[in-house]
Every structure is written in C-alpha cells, then in structure tokens.
C-alpha cells in the first residue's frame, strides 16, 4: 500500500508540473497573440518604413559631413565630425542590429545582403559570426551562464575606470582584428568575402575623406575615422552591460521558460532622444519586447511596449526599467562584483 501511495503522489506531482508547464506556455502564446493582433492593425511603413527611412536619413547626412569636413574654419569641420560620427552609429548600430535580426525586409535573399552590408561593409565584422553571437547565442540563451550570460563583454583585468570610460574608444580598432579572429576555421571563400567587405568600407571613407573632404595626410584621415567610428562607443558597451549584467542568471541545466527568462534577465532604459535614434528602440527602452519578440523592428517593439508591459504588469510578472545613471552608478559601485567575479546562478523557486 505504502509503494501504492508514493507512485499516486508521483503521478500527481508529475501532472501538476505537466499543468503549470501549459499554463506558463499558454502566457507566452497569449502575450504573442497580442502583438499579433497590432502587427496586423500596422501598415508597412510601422513594420518597416519608419526605419528603413531613419537609416536612409543617415547616409544622406554622410554628404554634408564629407563636405564640412573639408572646411578651414573649426565650427563646420567639428560640426562635419558630429554629423559623421551620428550618422556612422546609426548605419554600424541601428542598421547592423536590425540586419542581423532580418528585421529589414521579408525576403530571405535581401536579408543576407543587407546583413553583409551593415555588418561586414559598414560595420568592419563577420556578418556570420555576429549573427551566430547575437541570434544563436545571446537571443536563445539569454542569461544563461556560459551560453548567453553576456561574458563577453567582461574584461577583468582591466579597472573599473579604464573599462567604463576609456577601453571603448578602441572599439572601432579591435572591431575587425576580432572579426579576423572569428573567421579561423571558415571556408577560403567565407573567409575572403568577409576580409573583402571589411577592407571596402575602411577603405571606401578613407578615399573619400582624401578625395572629397581634402585631407592631406594618411594620418589625419585615419586620425578622423577613428574619432567619428568611437564617438558613440562609450554608451554602446554601457547599454550592452547595463540591460543583462547585475540581472537573474540561470543555469543551463535548470532554465525557465522563455517569458520567465526574458522578463528577469532583461532590462528597459527610458526613451533618450540621442540613443533611440542611434541606436534603436530595441536597445534602449524597449529591450524587453525585443527579446521577446526579436523579429520586430524598433518601431514596431515601440509600438507593442504598451501592450507587452501592461500584459506583464497584470500577470504580476516583472518588468524592468532603470535609468542609464542609475544603472552606470551601479556598474561603478559594485565593479568587481558585476564584472570581475562569476555571478550567482538564479534559480526561480515555483515558476520552474
């Protein structure tokens, strides 16, 4: 009798697991079939035209820039080198992110040219390899520890300082040697395409800076290339660590379900008139629709953040928003704790 008991407790216990299990898949379901309901209210240029025209407005701001930045004078030059450097974050940025996500355009065929073009031509990386680290690994293992808990944006030897403030202006340098280390192991022909693409876009602004903006010496074109490529690098590894790092980690063995996942590890910053239009709303203030819903535009992760948090809200599940101070206050009392040691494992007790 006593053998008889212990497997109908089993068996119940196995069925109330089966049940919680439907009922946590069935939030995600619900919740997807809101924002399929505003995707099909939503026109094409919601889905698409909104920031494929920001991303156009970029490239036309490039004219101007070459233009200024062959003046004497110090104010149009300085003002030449803003609108390059503006315009140079939201086409390596904003369009890279979107490229990688397909979130440009529905044709397939398109999708992989646009992400060459971004990313490998504009952006100076491996378009493989950054679609690999960003889709594969950060999106479908956000937060887990050693899969996508965000390490890679770790460097512990370095101070807290020299991390926060300094080490990102070498982002634009470090770009394509780490691009060139990711390509050990690719085909010959994968390999010179990507060597190809990145040699193009360096080499395409340093004629036109000699060419168009009358720069005299090797040195002072590349001088300016690099001022225009790092303006925006400092708040591009913030907004990276700020959103995932210091937030629930989980084992790779004991994961939750996907919106129990995103809605711990992911963090929103509020709207910033500078970094919506560089970097995207998916990246600032709306990273947690984003990470639930990685297929959608900026615009339109802006359009469904009423829905999504007024849906997380009401099924008490959390959604998180800090402000970018707040959050760099943080990194910067609590460094080495966030990132020089291993963070702790999260395990969410009930929701399982």
Known sequence: RGGGRGEHTKAEEQRRGEQEDVGKESLMMELTRLVQKVMKESSW????????SILTAAFLCLVPAFLLLSSSQLLWFSLGL???????????????????????CESNTWAKFWA?????????????AGIHGHIKMHHAHTNIIGLGDSSVWRVPYLPRIIYLFMAPLSVPVITPLVALAHLKGNSLGMVVRTVLMIALGLYSQYWLLINVSGFRSMPGALLCMLVCRAMFSIPYIH??????????????????????????????????????????????????????????????????????????????????????????????????????????????????
């Open 45 to 52: 240029w919601e889905k698409r035209g909104v920031d494929c």
């Open 82 to 104: 803003l609108l390059m450097g503006l315009a140079h974050a939201i086409i390596t940025v904003k369009g890279a992110h979107l490229a990688s996500h397909g979130a440009l």
């Open 116 to 128: 060459i073009f971004f990313i490998e031509i504009c952006g100076s990386f491996s378009a493989q």
């Open 239 to 352: 907004v990276n660590i700020f959103q995932h790092i210091g937030l629930p980690m989980f084992s790779p063995t004991k994961r939750p379900k996907r919106i129990y996942q995103m809605t711990h590890g992911v963090l929103n910053l509020p709207r910033n008139p500078i970094l919506d239009w560089t970097f995207g709303h998916s990246l600032i203030s709306c990273h947690v629709e984003h990470h639930l819903f990685p297929f959608l535009s900026d615009n339109m992760c802006l359009k469904v953040k009423p829905v999504v948090s007024k849906y997380l809200t009401e099924k008490k599940l959390p959604y998180q928003e800090d402000t970018y101070l707040s959050r760099l206050h943080l990194f910067f009392t609590k460094y080495q704790e966030l990132m020089v040691f291993a963070p702790p494992i999260t395990e969410l007790v009930g929701v399982q």
